[in-house]
């Protein structure tokens, strides 16, 4: 079992900047494909960012590309969503989650963890 707690989460006005981070614990000697996802009030959770284990490929929504960045610290089993340039519709929960494999992947079904999510909230 893997634990994953975000953290990092809040208020911030538009055109600001937040770093959400995501600790894991547990069975974290597993190599672990990392992932973030958001849920907006009255939608459905959407991809945001991924990141693979072993060369840190990046993926990105479309509508983060260029402003968020995704990171990880295999050391300290952390990964972390820098965003910048904030918009209201970035408003959301956001979640982290792992899947035991090498390789991202954007489907949210294929990652088995999840945090219990942060709440970001941009206000305009």
């Known amino acids: ?3 994953l707690v975000e953290s990092g989460g809040g208020l911030v006005q538009a055109g600001g900047s937040l ?8 069975r974290t000697r597993s190599m672990y ?3 973030w996802f958001r849920q907006a009030p ?3 959770r959407e991809f945001v960012a991924a990141i693979s284990w072993s060369d ?3 993926y990105y929504a479309n509508s983060v590309k260029g402003r968020f960045t995704i990171s990880r610290d295999n050391a300290k089993n952390t990964v972390y969503l820098q965003m910048s340039s904030l918009k209201p519709e970035d408003t959301a ?3 982290c989650a792992a899947r035991v494999a090498v390789v991202a992947v954007t489907r949210q079904d ?9 709440q970001v ?3 305009s």
């Open 42 to 44: 009255g939608k459905e």
């Open 1 to 3: 079992q893997v634990q």
């Open 19 to 26: 770093r959400l981070s995501c600790a894991a614990s547990g």
């Open 110 to 118: 294929l990652y088995r963890y999840w945090g219990q999510g942060a």
């Open 93 to 95: 929960v956001y979640y």
């Open 121 to 123: 909230t941009v206000s």
């Open 56 to 58: 840190s490929s990046t």
């Open 33 to 35: 494909a990392l992932g």
